[in-house]
Nanobody, 128 residues
Framework: QVQLVESGGGLVQAGGSLRLSCAASGRTFGTYTMGWFRQAPGKEREFVASIMRSGGATYYADSVKGRFIISRNNAQNTVTLQMNSLKPEDTAVYYC?????????????????????WGQGTQVTASS
């Protein structure tokens, strides 16, 4: 089992940047695919980005592609989401998630059901 704790959220003006971090407990962090999701008020939770176990492959939602970067450090049990050029529509609670499911090569892990563990979330607000 793994516990996830997000940090780094806050209030930023549109066009600004924020860096979210997710710290994971346990010795097997490198065996989990990691993802970031977000949920805006009144909307369903949606996929933002994922990164495979080795960190070699990353996937992004079209809405954040080219602006957000997901990365991981398996030695430090952390996954980060660098968010640049933030827009008001990026405002949401951001969740870190971990998956121990094995899928086929190239699968993006874009569904909530792909993940087994979730953090408590961190609020990101981009003001116009």
């Amino acid at each position: 089992q793994v516990q996830l704790v997000e940090s780094g959220g806050g209030l930023v003006q549109a066009g600004g940047s924020l860096r979210l971090s997710c710290a994971a407990s346990g010795r097997t962090f490198g065996t989990y695919t990691m993802g970031w999701f977000r949920q805006a008020p009144g909307k369903e939770r949606e996929f933002v980005a994922s990164i495979m176990r080795s960190g070699g492959a990353t996937y992004y939602a079209d809405s954040v592609k080219g602006r957000f970067i997901i990365s991981r450090n398996n030695a430090q049990n952390t996954v980060t989401l660098q968010m640049n050029s933030l827009k008001p529509e990026d405002t949401a609670v951001y969740y870190c998630a971990a998956s121990n499911k094995i899928r086929w090569s190239g699968y993006t892990y874009f569904r909530e059901a792909d993940y087994d563990y979730w953090g408590q979330g961190t609020q990101v607000t981009a003001s116009s």
